[in-house]
Each structure stands twice: as structure tokens, then as C-alpha cells.
């Protein structure tokens, strides 16, 4: 049964090798369905970069999101001690009632 709230989504990735200042590659969990207008949501973005620089992962929380500008959340910026666009990495978000991972 699945429990109103919760939910997995994981994907393999495998980031393009080149110039992609402007470029952001994500995905997202949201529960604007179930609480449209006042959302919670979870992203997992890979933000472009320039030659001979490392990738940035950059993780987003926002909880109550209404759209009014009035979000609370945190984002986080990791650099990667890897290089992912050597081979596909698998990425995923667990989110359920009492835990995110």
C-alpha cells in the first residue's frame, strides 16, 4: 500500500562531457497533488559547468510551498569526488512519512 506522502525515484545518469554553463540536469519528487498550492518538494540538480571544471550537485528541500515567495527550504552544493560523466551513476530520493534519504 502506498502511504499518501511518500515514494522513490531513482535514475542512472551519466552527464554530457563538455560545455554546459547554463545547463541544469534534475529530477524532482513533489506532492503539489496531493497538496496543491501548499507542496513539499525534493530536487536533485546537476548544475553546468566550463572546461576543466567539475560538475556541482546541488540538493533542494522546500516544505508549505504556495508560490507566494514565502518557501521554506534548504539547498545544499556538493562538489563531486567523482567524475560523472565517465559512467552512469544511479541517484535517487526516498521520501516517506517519517524519514528523506
Do not use: C
Not at 32 to 56: C, M, R, S, W
Not at 64 to 76: A, E, F, P, V, Y
Not at 89 to 95: G, N, S
Amino acid at each position: 500500500t502506498r502511504v499518501p506522502g511518500s515514494g522513490y525515484f531513482g535514475a542512472s545518469i551519466k552527464l554530457q562531457p563538455s560545455y554546459t554553463a547554463g545547463v541544469i540536469t534534475a529530477f524532482y519528487l513533489s506532492n503539489n497533488e496531493a497538496h496543491p498550492g501548499f507542496q513539499d518538494e525534493v530536487d536533485i540538480e546537476f548544475l553546468g559547468t566550463t572546461f576543466g571544471k567539475p560538475y556541482t550537485l546541488q540538493t533542494n528541500v522546500y516544505i508549505r510551498g504556495s508560490g507566494d515567495g514565502r518557501i521554506i527550504g534548504k539547498d545544499m552544493k556538493f562538489h563531486l569526488w567523482f567524475d560523472p560523466t565517465k559512467n552512469f551513476h544511479h541517484y535517487a530520493i526516498l521520501w516517506s512519512p517519517k524519514e528523506l534519504m
